[in-house]
């Protein structure tokens, strides 16, 4: 079991360096992208979805020629799109916080509106993003 290990920690420490090569290369593309293979002269990189392998398809020139200088022996490039595997690492929740400030003038709002039927749903809103933000209970 450990020789089989052994044989595979070159080639793993290799696409490794090539990852953050591309990675130095172009940074705000290859941040969802990673390197599936590397094998003779051909290159090959995972793209999460077609739009960014688009985009990805227009830098190729400028990635190879980076790799060629920085010593990488690159010949051909191929995107791969994989939606799954690489899509659900990289996707994020970003949490909104609301200055105190805004949600006491949200809050002013809410109450200050007109309980009229047009308005109801307003209310509503503005009262369900309060309760998110803990402004009510």
């Known amino acids: 079991m450990h020789d089989k290990m052994a044989t595979?920690?070159?080639?793993?420490?290799r696409l490794a360096a090539l990852q953050d090569e591309c990675s130095a290369v172009l940074p705000a593309l290859f941040d969802a992208c990673s390197v599936l293979r590397f094998d003779g002269d051909?290159?090959?990189?995972?793209?999460?979805n077609a739009a960014l392998?688009?985009?990805l398809k227009q830098q190729l020139p400028k990635l190879q020629d980076n790799l060629l200088k920085r010593g990488?022996?690159?010949?051909a490039i191929r995107?791969?799109?994989q939606?799954?595997?690489?899509?659900?690492s990289t996707t994020r929740q970003?949490?909104?916080v609301m200055p105190e400030k805004a949600l006491t003038a949200f809050e002013g709002l809410k109450d200050s509106l007109e309980k009229a039927p047009g308005n109801q749903a307003l209310m509503e809103a503005l009262e369900n993003m309060l309760k998110r933000h803990?402004?009510?209970?």
């Open 53 to 55: 392998a688009a985009k």
């Open 79 to 81: 995107i791969k799109v």
């Open 83 to 88: 939606v799954g595997n690489i899509a659900a």
């Open 94 to 96: 970003k949490e909104l």
């Open 42 to 48: 051909q290159l090959t990189i995972a793209a999460p």
């Open 72 to 75: 990488w022996q690159v010949n």
């Open 134 to 137: 803990g402004k009510i209970r």
């Open 8 to 13: 595979l920690l070159p080639a793993v420490t």
